[in-house]
């Protein structure tokens, strides 16, 4: 019988991968796929203008670390420092500009998943 080695599950650290494209990234706001439109933020809470295949790339990245996890017709928001992933607030609610508040809408309510999957 055939089983499933935990030493053969190699758990991808999407934070790293990011980084290598996109060294100085905090956050990654990845929207619906019918938006069409991926957000990296620095730490100063600044969007980073970045070109449109590096955005997908980073919320294919995403959306493959964190899977079924997630309902990825709303926006979710990736918090590299801690891999943990969050629904995004809305548009009236404090972090969804995340200058606003520098938070970056980092609250425990809105906490979806740690570290890839880690609840």
């Known amino acids: 019988m055939l089983q499933n080695s935990p030493s053969g599950f190699r758990r991808t650290n999407i934070g790293a991968e990011i980084r290598e494209i996109a060294p100085t990234a905090v956050l990654v706001r990845v929207f619906p796929v019918s938006r069409s439109v991926t957000h ?3 730490s100063d809470f ?6 449109r295949r590096t955005e997908e790339e980073v919320a294919r990245m995403v959306r493959r670390g964190f899977g079924r996890a997630a309902d990825w017709r709303r926006a979710h928001d990736f918090y590299l420092p801690t ?12 972090g969804y500009v995340p200058e606003d508040d520098q938070s970056f809408g980092l609250s425990l309510s809105r906490r979806i998943f ?4 880690e609840r």
């Open 40 to 42: 990296l933020f620095e």
């Open 46 to 51: 600044y969007r980073m203008l970045i070109d």
């Open 83 to 94: 891999e943990t992933l969050y629904l995004t607030p809305e548009p009236h609610q404090n």
């Open 114 to 117: 740690i570290g890839c999957g």
